[in-house]
């Protein structure tokens, strides 16, 4: 009797789940896309444009560059082993800059090359910003 009950349980509860297999929930108003990529003429790169709440939630945080030197946080490989930085040219707008490091000191990447003192490096949410651009989700 108690393997009947458990039976009938499982078959009400199969029907449910079949049930709702084609039932669609209804989206009112129009969703704007959280982040959309422009590429970047005569480049493989793409400039990151987000919303202010896709920003908001990634938790972006920047700084000015210093010339030869970076946060190694704003550091970011690649696939290759090449190593960039996303800058900050335009607000909500992200663009991944290659960089050369000489070395590591601390939290410090020291370049070979000093970046234009008026670059502005992502120093949060670097991995979310590469994954968007290349599509690299983990």
């Known amino acids: ?56 939630r990634l938790g972006i945080e920047t700084m000015t560059a210093s010339g030869d030197s970076v946060p190694y946080a704003a550091v970011i490989y690649d696939i290759e ?14 663009v991944r800059a290659p960089i050369e490091i000489d070395r590591i000191e601390g ?3 020291i370049l070979l090359e000093s970046l234009d003192s008026d670059w502005t490096v992502v120093t949060v949410g670097v991995s979310e910003l590469y994954g968007t651009e ?3 989700s983990k």
Request: with cysteine; proline share 7%; net charge negative.
């Open 81 to 94: 082993g090449k190593t960039w930085v996303y800058t900050n040219p335009e607000p909500l707008t992200f």
């Open 1 to 56: 009797m108690k393997h009947t009950h458990f039976i009938a349980i499982m078959l009400i509860f199969a029907a449910f789940l079949i049930s709702a297999c084609g039932t669609e929930i209804p989206v009112t108003g129009d969703k704007e896309a959280p982040s959309r990529l422009e590429p970047i003429e005569g480049t493989e790169l793409s400039r990151v444009i987000l919303t202010e709440k896709a920003a908001e």
């Open 107 to 109: 939290d410090t990447a």
């Open 134 to 136: 290349t599509g690299v």
